[in-house]
């Protein structure tokens, strides 16, 4: 059964820069995470949870507008990987960040709506001074 892990997450200041992972395992068959569009979502405290961004398994990728210019999604394939890189980082970019991810081979689409079948556990951002 397919299985997400977040991690890269922390504490850092603000304008700071981290990047996450998101590690994919536990295929049961030749469809490994390029065959998946993969998300990333964040949630603040006693707040809903809300799409960053997200990368589809042709390339294409989507960002939230308060993401954009600052945040870059990427997949390693051979690593079963994908990255979010932040830069710029603000308090208000504070949550638990967590990937999520859909069979869907040979589409450029991909949606930052949470509308996916698997969830990671998470990984905890703090931008704080």
Not at 41 to 50: L, M, S, T, V
Not at 71 to 85: A, G, M, P, Q, W
């Amino acid at each position: 059964q397919l299985q997400l892990v977040e991690s890269g997450g922390g504490l850092v200041e603000p304008g700071g820069s981290l990047r996450l992972s998101c590690v994919a395992s536990g295929f049961t068959s030749a469809y490994t995470l390029q065959y998946y569009m993969v998300g990333w979502f964040r949630q603040a405290p006693g707040k809903e949870r809300e799409g960053a961004s997200c990368i589809s398994t042709t390339g294409g990728t989507d960002y939230a507008d308060s993401v954009k210019g600052r945040f870059t999604i990427s997949r390693d394939t051979r690593k079963n990987t994908v990255y979010l890189e932040m830069h710029g980082l603000k308090p208000e970019d504070t949550g638990v960040y967590y990937c999520a991810a859909s069979f869907n081979p040979r589409s450029p689409i991909c949606t930052i709506l949470p509308r996916y079948t698997k969830w990671g556990q998470g990984t905890q951002v703090t931008v704080s001074s």
